[in-house]
């Protein structure tokens, strides 16, 4: 959904512009401290125009006055710095995969303060794998009722693997359950939870977080991030937008075809990245090459410490080689002037990564070669953030803010 569309095709009010304003101020503040004069200064408007804005924001608590700076040298009022409130809402924040269910109530600011998770199956009827979660979800908010007597739940933040179309919050596919297609995730928890949902795939989620860490992009920069867990998700931002696509499904790289004649992907083709460069796919061939049908991740892990050899093969002739390879195809395509790989790095050690850049500047070409990578730890806290990102990205746009006007 565009944002602006309103605000560049249509009529512009007054209101509109103090809308657009005051999502500004906040989207500045949830990165560090301003005073009012240097966001005043960042943005553009008068000294008044800002004030004005500011009494109301303080108002309706939604950032608090933090203290005083130093006073420049030719003397004056010492400047009043002004952040976020991270106790103006709670955010409700659910992430899923095949296997396991993440649940939290974070601050305004996305820090999970209680969280909890627990295993799931992923029936072939998706309500019954929806039912398991909601009653585990009702018992924790039921838990936590004294917290929650004194607070107000903004939102629900949903993050899963898979093609979502976050406009209308439905699941269209995941290679978790080749069955569930065009599953109604926003409709289903809304009506049992009784309050705004917000759903996307687990990457776009990660890249709202990002837009809020990063400081500001500038129009036309474009970052991009692989998060290679059992699956693998990817997604690009160019300037403060996300790359969504027609049916929000774009940047759909892990069932990209990498190598033909390779092993049969969960989705049901062959040779997708995600067959190559994720911790499924990693257990699979570990299972093959060893006989052990009760290969598990950690075992892998431990191996490859204990410099089994069958193992630490495995991991750095072959996953290291795709996943360097992955990140090299991707970059091409995209250009970005940052990449972030989140993997665990309990087991991609130093020495290992080092083998990805390897593999990944092989076959570079000259302006891709200059994309910076970092290496991130992926886990439990990265979703449950990324989940309450997710929120503060929406209810931080013009769009959520014009319809609630309208209400």
């Known amino acids: 959904m565009n944002e602006l569309t309103r605000l560049e095709g249509g009529l512009v009010t007054k209101n509109d512009i103090k809308i657009r304003n005051t999502i500004s101020i906040l989207r500045l503040l949830l990165k560090k401290e301003y005073s009012r004069v240097e966001l005043a200064s960042v943005l553009g408007l008068s000294k008044a125009g800002i004030s004005g804005i500011i009494s109301d924001l303080l108002e309706q608590k939604l950032i608090v006055e933090t203290g005083r700076g130093i006073s420049r040298e030719t003397g004056g009022k010492k400047p009043i710095f002004l952040s976020m409130n991270k106790d103006a809402f709670t955010i409700m924040s659910i992430h899923f995969d095949h296997k396991r269910c993440l649940l939290a109530l974070s601050d305004f600011l996305g820090k999970p303060i209680q969280w909890t998770w627990f295993p799931i199956v ?20 039921h838990t936590h009722k004294d917290f929650l007597d004194a607070t107000q739940i903004l939102a629900c933040g949903i993050s899963l693997k898979g093609l979502v179309d ?13 069955n569930w297609t065009n599953i109604p995730i926003k409709d289903y928890f809304s009506r049992v939870l009784d309050m705004e949902i917000f759903v996307d795939n687990d990457a776009r989620s990660i890249m709202c977080l990002d837009l809020f860490s990063s400081q500001q992009n500038k129009p036309d920069d474009v970052n991009a991030c692989m998060c290679i867990e059992e ?78 050899s069958l193992i630490s093969r495995l991991i750095e002739d072959d996953f290291c080689k795709w996943i360097g390879t992955a990140m090299g195809n991707f970059t091409q395509i ?26 990944y500047k092989e076959n570079l070409n000259t302006i891709a070669s200059q994309c910076e990578v970092k290496f991130r730890q992926n886990g439990k806290e990265l979703h449950l953030r990324a989940a309450a990102a997710l929120v503060l990205n929406n209810y931080l746009s013009t769009t959520y803010h014009m319809t609630l006007g309208k209400r």
């Open 122 to 141: 992923v029936h072939d009827d998706y309500t019954k794998t929806f039912d398991y979660i909601l009653e585990n979800v009702q018992e924790f908010l």
């Open 166 to 178: 976050s406009d209308t919050g439905i699941l269209r596919f995941t290679s978790a359950n080749r």
């Open 231 to 308: 699956g693998l998700g990817s997604s690009v931002t160019v300037g403060n937008r996300i790359i969504r696509g027609a049916y929000s499904c774009a940047v759909n790289y892990a069932h990209s075809l990498i190598d033909p004649n390779g092993p049969v992907c969960i989705c049901g083709k062959r040779g997708c990245v995600e067959a190559h460069c994720s911790i499924d796919a990693l257990i699979r061939k570990s299972q093959n090459l060893t006989g052990d049908a009760s290969m598990t991740y950690e075992k892998i892990v431990q191996l490859y410490h204990k410099n089994d």
């Open 334 to 359: 995209f250009n970005p002037s940052i990449l972030t790989v989140y993997i665990d790095q309990q087991l991609l050690d130093e020495p290992l990564r080092r083998l990805v850049m390897r593999h």
